[in-house]
């Protein structure tokens, strides 16, 4: 239970209730006694019936008549002087009784239970108190009903008695999530914050994986109370006659006339945000409804709501952003009511759009202060349609000044929010991704820095399947990341090189997909990497071997021509200076080599002596690169005198380690013996060692995948 639950306001209607639930429950284990195998425990039963019987015939309960947990007078009085058999058949008929006429009285609740809900869902709160009162009379053990009148009470402002039936539903179900849940809010209106966090601690109790709500209602209890605190000092400094104090009312109140100058209210307004230095002028710009300045006054709402601004409208909207900028700085309460507001809402976007420089720029900071914090990005994914907003922001990338970043920061921020990135679906193949594919080929006439976060951007994206299919479906999308690739020669500024480094890391999250396009594209994709395994930055070779490793098994044209460019001397170079992510893809690039290419094959039986780069790689804990590594092995094999220039190797402990292993990954078990299979083929001098080591079942095992193979 609640430790803070208000006390009942009837005692003897709770005694009555807790004294109703002992009587069910004495009468079931009654039945159940009666009913056992055990003759002992039958006997027993059959002795505490026969002895409430005589109390119930002597009057010892004068209640039985209106009791429903005990046989009724009438039932006793027809046969006073029945045994145990006797009083079984009489209990079963008044247990069939009390279940028909609770089934009645159920259905009857359930059908008031229904009526109240029909009054809830159209705000007739007071009728429906009344229908689930009625539904109580009827069937007062039923949760949903104190549940359901508790949440028509909230909407009534009734706290006090909404406590009351939480409680009440809690005796019928002490694991009610929604009694608990209206309890904490009732109590949070009440300003009773610790009752309500510890309500919403019962939640978690009961069920952990309700984290989110619990989270979601513990920040609700925190803001309220900062909220209350925040006004409460306020207040204090506005009664003691702080300067600064009275002079965000006088101003508000100054503001307040109407018929004004449009100038008038924009000077106005910047003094006012002057005026709000702190959380104190924040939190009395509040409770003086400064907020009401954009719907009250006429000229403010017309100047600001104008499509289509002229000189004087321009600067009282961006007055007006400063202003706000100022009052909602780290205040939860204040960016929750500009949010929520009809006109600001409505014009958010439009504002982003504008062509005026300074309303987009002042537009961007406001939207910051709610997109680089949890709370306020929820606002925005709530209170916002968000659906056109990732256009919107691309665009900015245009932009040579600092709104090409701040877009870019906001962005970065709302695709944390998982909400945001569902909307960012209605627009991306109509809007976005032709804004994007534009932006890429372009890529020297943008602001680099902020287009290269963009395709970081794009990249998250991709995590979501359905954007990264129609990306790696786009034609023009490919041909514009390999417009931006062949700019690097060109244009190798640093910033430029973000943008490549970008561009290299979406290719390899959009080659995650199998299309007709990136077929069409692997030859080429291929050839642009090739240049870029000698780029000074490892990093830009690391995407561009791993780009490698994923449109390889797109096109065997593409690996003839790779191979032919000296693919494989590159990549036994990688391997051999070691790094785990650039030699989990280069040795997936030679495996898809060497799969396919006998020249491959040829070149690494020759560049890699006694396959010691290889052997190497089997020993590694990464089982990606050892499946890699045993593939490989396996596909060289099969040139001539490979298998025999490893009989001094410890190559067939190595297979068999991994053959026999458990390794999470069955393709590194079928890899490394499909290789000991083909090794033992090619030099039977090798089935020596492995009878030495006792492997000759796991050779065995291994020949399914020799022959398929």
């Known amino acids: 239970r609640c430790a803070a639950m ?14 109703f639930l002992r009587r069910v429950d004495d009468i079931s284990d009654l039945l159940r006694g009666l009913g056992s195998a055990d003759p002992s425990v039958r006997d027993g039963a059959a002795a505490e019936a026969e002895r409430r019987l005589r109390e119930v015939g002597s009057g010892g309960d004068r209640r039985a008549a209106v009791d429903r947990t005990v046989i009724s007078a009438s039932s006793v009085r027809a046969a006073p002087c029945w045994g145990a058999h006797g009083f079984l058949a009489a209990l079963e008929k008044d247990a069939q009784e009390r279940a028909k006429r609770r089934r009645r009285n159920e259905h009857s609740a359930n059908a008031l239970k229904e009526k109240g809900n029909d009054a809830f869902r159209k705000g007739d709160y007071g009728t429906a108190v009344q229908r689930y009162t009625e539904g109580l009379e009827k069937l007062k053990d039923k949760q949903e009903l104190y549940t359901n009148r508790a949440q028509a009470y909230l909407k009534m402002h009734e706290y006090e008695k909404a406590i009351g039936d939480c409680e009440w539903a809690l005796k019928c179900n002490e694991k009610s ?20 966090r510890q309500c919403y601690q019962k939640i978690l109790q009961i069920d952990p994986q309700k984290e989110s709500l619990f989270k979601d209602c513990m920040n609700e209890v925190n803001l309220e109370e900062k909220r209350m605190q925040e006004e409460d000092r306020a207040m204090k400094e506005f009664q003691s006659g702080k300067l600064a104090a009275l002079s965000v009312k006088e ?11 449009l100038l008038y209210y924009t000077g106005g307004i910047w003094v006012l945000t002057g005026a709000v230095k702190d959380c104190t002028g924040q939190t009395l710009f509040r409770t003086n409804n400064g907020f009401s300045i954009i719907n009250d006054n006429e000229v403010v709402s017309r100047g600001f709501c104008a499509e289509r601004k002229n000189i004087a409208e321009a600067d009282l909207s961006v007055s007006l952003l400063l202003l706000w900028q100022a009052v909602c700085a780290r205040n939860e309460e204040n960016q929750r009511l500009l ?10 976007s439009k504002l982003l759009c504008s062509g005026v420089v300074e309303i987009q720029k002042e537009t961007l900071a406001l939207i910051s202060l709610y997109s680089d914090n949890e709370n306020g990005r929820r606002l925005l994914v709530r209170h916002q349609d968000l659906s056109r907003w990732l256009q919107i922001l691309v665009m900015f990338v245009n932009s040579t000044d600092a709104r090409a970043s701040s877009a870019m920061d906001i962005l970065s921020d709302l695709i944390q929010e998982e909400k945001f990135k569902a909307q960012c679906h209605v627009m991306f193949s109509t809007a976005v991704l032709p804004l994007f594919t534009q932006l890429l080929a372009s890529a020297r006439l943008v602001d680099q820095a902020a287009l290269a976060r963009c395709i970081g951007i794009m990249g998250n994206l991709c ?28 244009a190798g500024t ?5 943008c490549l480094f970008a561009v290299l890391g979406l290719m390899m999250n959009l080659l995650l997909e199998s299309n007709a396009t990136i077929q069409c594209h692997a030859v080429d994709i291929s050839g642009r990497c090739m240049p870029l395994l000698g780029d000074q930055d490892g990093r830009i070779v690391t995407r561009a071997i791993g780009v490698l490793s994923r449109i390889l098994p797109a096109s065997s044209l593409a690996v003839e021509e790779v191979v032919k460019g000296g693919v494989v001397k590159k990549m036994i170079k990688f391997l051999k200076a070691g790094g785990q992510i650039t030699s989990s893809y280069a040795i997936k690039t030679l495996s898809v080599c060497t799969r396919s290419s006998r020249r491959a094959q040829e070149e690494v039986v020759k560049l890699d002596k006694k396959f010691s780069v290889l052997l190497k790689l089997l020993d590694s804990e990464d089982e990606l690169i050892v499946g890699n590594a045993a593939f490989c092995l396996g596909q060289c094999l099969v040139i001539p005198g490979a298998a025999t220039s490893l009989l001094t190797s410890n190559v067939v402990m190595a297979l068999l380690k991994h053959a026999g292993g458990d390794a999470t990954r069955t393709s590194v078990q079928e890899n490394a013996a499909v290789a000991l299979g083909k090794l033992c083929v090619a030099e039977p001098r090798h089935v020596v060692r492995l009878r030495e080591l006792n492997g000759m079942a796991i050779l065995n095992s291994s020949m399914k995948y020799v022959h398929s193979s």
């Open 463 to 490: 995590a979501a399947a359905a954007i990264r299919a129609r990306m790696a479906e786009c034609k023009e999308c490919w041909q514009a990341c390999l417009k931006l690739v062949d700019g690097c020669v060109d």
């Open 6 to 19: 208000a006390a009942l306001r009837d005692p003897q209607e709770e005694k009555d209730f807790q004294r």
């Open 339 to 348: 949010l929520t507001h009809p006109n600001v809402n409505a014009q958010l």
């Open 494 to 498: 640093p910033k430029y090189q973000e």
């Open 251 to 261: 101003l508000l109140q100054k503001l307040d006339r109407p018929d004004q100058d």
């Open 177 to 196: 999530i929604k009694a608990y849940f209206l309890m904490g809010k009732a109590h949070l209106a009440l300003q009773h914050y610790s009752e309500s």
